[in-house]
């Protein structure tokens, strides 16, 4: 294990081509990863060697290309397990990302297991990722669903009544690990223990936390954990879904199509096991393939230390933005994750991004897809500063120094 203070993070940088450039005239200063991370050239070259040298499709043919498309999309399942620590390489899923994740244990699990007079237990910080799912859910089967409360504005979990929320007749408790709008970290290994010791299946949201620190869905004891490849370094239009090896053999399939069959007949069908059972079709072969190589480069460096790094970034973004007048900051006090949320007084979130990016600085305005947590704390969007790995306290100083400019600009 490295020491975190031998960690280069600059010279880190130099592996994101991407991150040399202007914009605007400025040098980019990126901080828009909660929406997307950006890709160290070993992704690029992953990417670029398969489409040159492997490419065929997976699990159909006897030729060596095929062979070695096969090995690697498989080598990338068993690294992905191993990255979340999942006991077993069967107990993931290929998706297209965490919102493909959700709908699939919604159309599958969700369908099979749930009925009027069910409930779906969610916490008021989800992404719409994670709550339109179980709404069309809840449509069609009569379930109903309820919310964790949200304290207010620092973003964090009323647990108060959890005990008396999590009793039937709750069915299923789904949760966001890190909030991508405050950047709150839920207990989420306390929260899965409570719902298990009452028979209630349990599914986490990892968007935001698989890639920024260390995920070992063993120990976190939820039954299902979805993410996605393109917040983690992998390319766009991949990612994996987590669920305990009994749970997915149980579920009926989500697409019918080649790849996930055993036999076929005019009138009746054999299904594999999981995972192949949900892969229905010619799959995205190159993304797992990226998506390897990502994960490979992320534990090269320590999620642990990546955690630290993001939330020095995270804390001292928070300080010196506390330093300003006529500034709304949204998100715990205490553990955030890397990312700030923030209003300026009398300036549109849309404003502050706009000129940011004039600057040469990424932000993110808007409601974040979280758009019942934004009305709950009264406002219509907030502007957000996400951090990765490769974004450093220079960058971050500039970006506060940004942001008074916009102030002044405004008469502030
Ligand atoms: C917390 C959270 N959940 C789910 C998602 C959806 O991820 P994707 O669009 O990659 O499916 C996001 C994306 O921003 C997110 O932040």
Redo the contacts with the bound molecule.
Sequence with gaps: MQDAKIIDWYRLRRDFPILDQQVHGKPLIYLDN???SQKPRAVIEALTHYYERDNANVHRGIHELSNRATNGFEAARARTATFINAASADEIVFT???????NLVAATWGLKNLKAGDVILLTEL?????LVPWQLLAQRTGAKIAYVPVTGDEGTLDLSRIDALLAPPVKFFSM??????MGTVNPVAELCARARKRGIITLV????SAGHLPVDVQAMGCDFF??????ICGP?GI?ALYGRQELLNAMPPYQGGGEMILSVGYDKTDFKPAPHRFEAGTPDISGPIGLHAAMDYLDAIGRDHIWRHDQELANHACEKLSALNNIRIFGPKQNRAGLVSFLLKEVHAHEVVTLADQAGVALRGGH???QPLMHKLGVESTARASFYFYNTQAEVDHFVEVIREIQKFFGQ
């Design positions: 909660a929406a997307t297209r990302g965490t919102t493909e994740g959700i989800e992404h719409h990722s994670n966001v690990h890190i909030s991508n709008s949201d990892g968007a935001q979805a993410f996605s490849g393109h917040k766009t990612g974040h897809c979280t």
